[in-house]
């Protein structure tokens, strides 16, 4: 018995019925989504997507941190990503705690995080709009990159666009 036997259970009834054998590393569809870890978002099936078609970019609170730049400069370059669309959403945990907050947890159970940036978000529209104007203002990106915000609820599942 391992913690994950319950997963390479249900991989294997998986790969009994696998048909995608013929896709490759690149976006069909062209496409990036930067969003959260939240267990609640679905990225493919919100977004009428499958495999194959984007590529996925998650972290806590779906921010544009250093490595989802490196990340989406490789995707452009080498793997057919023409647009991005990144994609907060309602209700997420990292818009109810500060950095301070994370740390002062972490230091009662015995650990400095302190040397850690978590990249909380006070206020998430200022933060969406941060987060776009990196990836637009990004010297390594094609400056004619459609760069997309949409905050996705995930009471309605509904995405809320938010103006360029
Ligand atoms: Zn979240």
């Keep these: 018995m391992s913690a994950f036997d319950d997963l390479f ?22 496409l990036a989504v930067v969003t959260c ?11 009428g997507l499958k495999a194959g078609d984007a590529k996925i970019l998650r972290n806590a609170g779906a921010r544009v941190t250093d490595d989802v730049l490196r990340t989406l400069v490789l995707a452009v370059y080498l793997l057919g ?4 669309l990144v994609m907060p959403h309602t209700d997420c945990g990292m818009a ?16 400095d995080t302190r040397s850690l ?8 529209n ?14 390594f ?14 009471r309605t599942g509904k995405l809320l ?3 360029p």
């Design 37 to 47: 870890m939240d267990s609640r978002i679905d990225p493919l099936g919100l977004l």
């Design 117 to 124: 940036d978590f990249h909380t978000v006070p206020d998430q």
């Design 161 to 163: 666009p938010v103006a």
């Design 81 to 84: 990503v023409e647009r991005v």
């Design 9 to 30: 259970a249900a991989n294997a009834k998986y790969a009994t019925k696998f048909r995608n054998s013929d896709l490759t590393g690149r976006a069909a569809r062209g």
């Design 141 to 154: 990106l094609p400056p004619d990159l459609p760069v997309g915000g949409a905050i996705y609820d995930v």
């Design 96 to 111: 109810k705690v500060t950095d301070d907050d994370v740390h002062a947890l972490t230091t009662s159970r015995g650990v």
């Design 126 to 139: 200022a933060a969406l709009r941060h987060d776009l104007t990196r990836i637009k203002s990004s010297p």
